[in-house]
């Protein structure tokens, strides 16, 4: 079964300043899609980014990045010109090729001091 | 506001108990997901349905049920509640065919049990 493992259970980061969100997971299969989910207080799920694991590319999503290596089997989230609103619960996920659920990381909680 | 419903939004009831918990997907969605959010577990996909058919089951208890309406709403059972079923129940829709089949967050609807 595949695994996602976030190790950093909580990080900040000075306003306007970039931080890196780090996860890994475990797999045998070789096509599958990541993502990160961002859970702010509101407890709402709100999809950042994805990756399509056949695009060697990395996804950019305005002030939200992506570092995939295939082989490393790692997927870490850069947070360029963070901002208070970026305080949140983020969320690594996986899903393979073939089957629909989403398989979470453990989440690490980001907090922005101003 | 992700389209997607759900209700209650909270909800605090007796162990021994059954509730049930609604969702509607986004319109066009033929596909919902049930995830549990507690402290303990993290994030678990549960169950999902398609066009009112089961396509693929989780870590869901057998005190827990689903079921798929012809108008595309979800209904997530809960019996004999334990005080571990404490938890943020997600659910989720998307529409199956798209290669990433992003997966639409409800707002979670907050079960108490006490």
């Known amino acids: 079964a595949q695994t996602v493992t976030q190790s950093q259970p909580e990080m900040s980061v000075q306003e306007a300043e970039t931080v890196t969100l780090s996860c890994t997971y475990d797999?045998?299969?070789?096509?599958?899609?990541l993502f990160w989910y961002k859970q702010p207080p509101s407890r709402q799920m709100i999809l950042v980014i994805r990756?399509?694991?056949?695009?060697?590319q990395n996804a950019t999503e305005n002030r939200f990045s992506v570092n995939f290596q295939k082989a490393a089997k790692s997927f870490s989230l850069k947070i360029s010109d963070s901002q208070l609103g970026d305080a949140a619960m983020y969320f690594c996920?996986?899903?393979?090729?073939?089957?629909?659920?989403?398989?979470f990381g453990q989440g690490t909680r980001l907090t922005i001091n101003p | 506001d992700s389209g997607v419903t759900q209700t209650p939004k909270h909800l605090i009831t007796a162990t021994g108990q059954r509730v049930t918990l609604r969702c509607s997907p986004r319109?066009?969605?033929?596909?919902v997901y049930w995830y549990q959010q507690s402290l303990d577990q993290g994030l678990q996909f549960l169950i999902q349905?398609?066009?009112?058919?089961?396509?693929a089951k989780g870590n869901i208890l057998e005190r827990f049920s689903a079921q798929q309406f012809p108008d595309l709403h979800s209904e997530l059972n809960l019996s004999s509640l334990e005080l571990g079923d404490s938890a943020l129940y997600f659910c989720?829709?998307?529409?199956?065919?798209?290669?990433?089949?992003?997966?639409?967050f409800g707002p979670g609807t907050r079960l108490t049990v006490l």
């Open positions: 996920a996986y899903r393979s090729q073939g089957a629909q659920k989403l398989v």
């Open positions: 989720a829709s998307s529409v199956v065919g798209q290669s990433y089949n992003e997966q639409f």
């Open positions: 319109s066009g969605d033929l596909s």
């Open positions: 990756q399509e694991a056949y695009k060697q």
């Open positions: 797999t045998s299969e070789s096509d599958y899609y």
């Open positions: 349905y398609y066009n009112g058919e089961e396509r």
